[in-house]
């Protein structure tokens, strides 16, 4: 796994630190967007700095992309098309309000494939409600 890791990072110009790997198999192990607090309460002895550099140096790179969720931004990773000029999650991000998880919701996307006289480097669309795991054990 972590050879995969490494090459994953390599392909998209970052250089593959110990602390990049963590992160990288941390984030790809959860279904949910998490914040740079939940990320740092995993990592117990590591420094909040470098946890925070390591997701702007993701960002930047095309490796995971951010979620505005209030005054937290949430951190997901990107599919492998995302590079450093083109975030390709053009999908709505879900937030609920009980279980208060945000998640990427690919089943309702914009389309990539429009044919236009300008580029889009980048889609936000957000919504908040109630997941369906929430919604039945309200029943």
Not at 35 to 45: C, D, G, T, V, W
């Amino acid at each position: 796994m972590k050879e995969e890791i490494e090459s994953k990072l390599i392909d998209k110009n970052t250089k593959p630190t110990s602390m990049r790997i963590l992160v990288y198999d941390f984030l790809s192990s959860q279904n949910a967007a998490l914040s740079l607090s939940e990320i740092e309460n995993h990592f117990e002895n590591a420094d909040r700095t470098t946890i925070y550099r390591t997701l702007k140096t993701f960002e930047e790179k095309g490796i995971v992309h951010s979620i505005q969720e209030n005054t937290t931004t949430k951190y997901k990773l990107c599919h492998d098309d995302c590079d450093e000029k083109t975030h390709k999650d053009w999908h709505l991000h879900f937030y609920c309000k009980i279980c208060k998880q945000t998640t990427c919701r690919e089943d309702i996307s914009f389309p990539d494939n429009m044919k236009t006289d300008f580029r889009i480097d980048e889609i936000r669309l957000f919504a908040k409600g109630i997941c369906e795991n929430c919604l039945e054990s309200l029943q």
